[in-house]
């Protein structure tokens, strides 16, 4: 019995530790940041959208995001590719099934990798409540204290394939699919930290 006492302490104790070591929260800026796709059509050109209504928190050890934890929500019916009529087709059943699975989400890790500034985000990416591990790119492009607040900003890349998330939608035309399996995501992310 005391060994179990003490095996719950000595995990108790670590778990606190972690989340102090982790007390600083940064969130999204808006007016900065970039929650954006791209997909390749009819096999010769790319078209490219983005989500409006998002929020992004990530929880790090001040301002060193190694280990940072990343939490990402997004509204799936805030999709744009700039055309009404296809921004419709893919918010139904045939795509993302919005009316059914309303958010996307991601939550993940920061590591730093051996090259100064560059990361690799390992985590969970869930569609239409299919949830794979992903992996992504990033670039830490600087940390700056101005008007009135401490901003990080980051390029995030890497690509997934829709069908592992059930958005399998495979029209085809004699080249191929009318819309291809790879999607690229770029997100261009400024992270303001949050004021306590």
């Known amino acids: 019995m005391k060994t179990l006492t003490y095996l719950l302490l000595v995990v108790f104790n670590l778990y606190a530790a972690n989340l102090m070591a982790q007390e600083t929260k940064w969130v999204a800026d808006k007016a900065h940041t970039k929650i954006k796709f791209s997909a390749t059509h009819m096999a010769i ?59 996307i989400k991601f939550t993940g890790k920061l590591k730093e990798n051996s090259i100064d500034g560059e990361y690799t985000l390992d985590g969970v990416l869930t569609i239409r409540d299919v949830s794979k591990t992903a992996q992504l790119n990033v670039v830490h492009k600087g940390t700056v204290e101005a008007m009135g607040a401490v901003r990080a900003g980051f390029k995030i890349t890497g690509t997934i394939d829709r069908f592992d998330y059930n958005v399998d939608w495979n029209k085809t035309f004699t080249s191929g699919l009318v819309v291809g399996k790879k999607v690229d995501i770029v997100c261009d992310i400024e992270l303001n930290k949050a004021k306590e």
Do not use: C, M, W
Request: cysteine-free; hydrophobic content about 30%.
């Open 45 to 103: 050109s790319d078209v490219d959208g983005k989500f409006s209504d998002y929020n992004v928190e990530v929880f790090a050890d001040g301002q060193d995001f190694d280990g940072a934890n990343v939490k990402v929500t997004i509204d799936a019916k805030s999709i744009d590719t700039d055309n009404s009529k296809r921004d419709e087709h893919l918010r139904s059943d045939e795509f993302l099934g919005v009316s059914q699975y309303p958010e």
